[in-house]
């Protein structure tokens, strides 16, 4: 019986025209460039302006970009995921509300949430699907509007995060390319280090929850930092040594973009080249659930046919995990 492996065989993009420089935000809080780019790495980040837009405005977009270029018929698409921390509206499906839009009348469709770690772990949640056979095309997209969780007048949060989207099409092989393997953790205990207090069902909005400014992400900085770095640079040693590869068997890590200094600690723990590295951090910031699609779709014209891709993300909740996977094709 020949194996059905899930891989990618298409990817699409999607970043807002507004850029918001780190001389911009030197006139909006205490900070300047020298600050933020030694500490993070980022020079700029994408921020969606427009009125009455949301993530899924930006998911779409990614989809759309996607389809035109492989000119994939939407009806043909089975299953929709939106990896997301930032849905459009609490109940309503933001995926749901991306399917119809983009034409994908024939799918059906979900949101997956778990912060910064969503697409990854909605590559393993499209791989599933994929790998049970019954599913031939899974259209799996990482977006989020981090800027409609952002207090412009915090200097710690602020100069983080951006907005953005990216797609990916997952596909059934039968050459051994694409999902190889996993490791998926998370810790409950690290929620209060990372989150936005108020709005969920734990804390409804009040004018007291918008007075005290709680309806914007805050960080511990410190705490997040020391176990992303451990956490994400832990599993990504952890599928390396589960599947006998050495650093030399790596073409490519595609990292979380949090942090500049997260990433270069989880290449050093691998003993791996910065040139094997994937990194667009300093032109979007941190897009939350759309960085590694990001990375992929920026990379896209020079990945080949059986590289081996490391993807490793680390995010709130906490939640961590690195997956395996072998590209599956090359760019026309």
Known sequence: MIKITAAITAVGKYVPDHVLTN????KMVETNDEWIVSRTGIKERRILKEPGKGTSFLAIKAAENLIAKTKLDPKNIELVIVATATQDMQAA?????VASQIGATEAFAFDLDSACSSFLYGMSAAARYIESGKYKKVLLIGADMCSSMIDYTDRVTCIIFGDGAGAVLFEPNTEG??????????DGNGREFLK?????????????????RQHFIRQEGRTVFKFAVSNMADASEKILKRNN????????LAPHQANKRIIEATANRMNLDMNKVMMNIHKYGNTTSATLPLLISDYEDQLKKGDTIIFAAFGGGFSWGAIYLKWAYNQQ
């Open 23 to 26: 001389e911009m935000l030197e």
């Open 93 to 97: 499906s933001t995926a749901a509300f």
């Open 177 to 186: 390319l694409g999902l190889q393997d996993e490791y998926l953790r998370t």
């Open 196 to 212: 936005v207090a108020a709005g969920g069902s734990l804390s409804r909005p009040s004018i007291e929850t918008v007075n005290n």
């Open 245 to 252: 590869l050495t650093n030399e068997d790596v073409t490519w």
